[in-house]
């Protein structure tokens, strides 16, 4: 059977422990996952985890590997990098998750500014029918965040305390990782498209 193809982008909202709960989880389902984080999703992380992935692509990539476990199904790709094949739609994952989601991501997806390359998969998502799963972190919501979040295909709003994180949210940042991961498609977009009879 092929296997899914899942990207999971980090930004720089609070709850970066949803980002990580969710790639493990992917994992533990033989999913091959990309994991993209921006500079500030990096930045966050580190101070929300103390995690430091930090250094080239390449350093950094051995650091989510040792992390995860050594997952060889993981790989990292630097959100500079708009020649990494998912950022065309012919190359389109299963589906694309950013959790957590900032309002600027979530802006610049809605917007279709592509600037980066978390922007262009969701855009790609968006424009190749695959699933684009936001997980967005900010309360209150103003009147700009609930238009983005209007225009975008999908959004699973986190419901966690903000200010409770991250021990009483550890609970339920693996319950929405177990259920984000279970809403995935069932099978790899082409196959479905073939069963649906499209070229
Ligand atoms: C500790 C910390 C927590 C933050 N939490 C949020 C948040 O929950 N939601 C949000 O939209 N932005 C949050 N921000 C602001 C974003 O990091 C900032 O807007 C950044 O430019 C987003 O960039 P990105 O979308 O490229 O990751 C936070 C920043 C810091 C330093």
Known sequence: ??????VVAITGASGSI?????????????????????KAGLEVLRY???LEWEGTTFERRQLMRDYFGGGRHLEHVGS???FAPIASGSSAPDAVIVAPCSMGTAGRIAAGLSGNLIERVADVALK???ELLLV???TPLNAVH?????????????????????NS????SARFSTTSASTMPSSPAGGRKKAEGQS
């Open 128 to 130: 190749e029918r695959r």
């Open 80 to 82: 500079d990098d708009l």
């Open 1 to 6: 059977m092929t296997m899914q193809r899942i």
């Open 169 to 172: 949210s550890t609970s339920w």
């Open 18 to 38: 949803y980002g990580l709960r969710l790639v493990e989880e992917l994992l533990k389902r033989d999913c091959r996952v990309t994991l993209l984080t921006s």
């Open 48 to 50: 929300e985890t103390g």
């Open 136 to 138: 967005p972190r900010e």
């Open 146 to 166: 609930l238009e983005n979040r209007r225009s975008c295909r999908r959004c699973r709003p986190s419901t966690t305390g903000r200010r409770a994180w991250p």
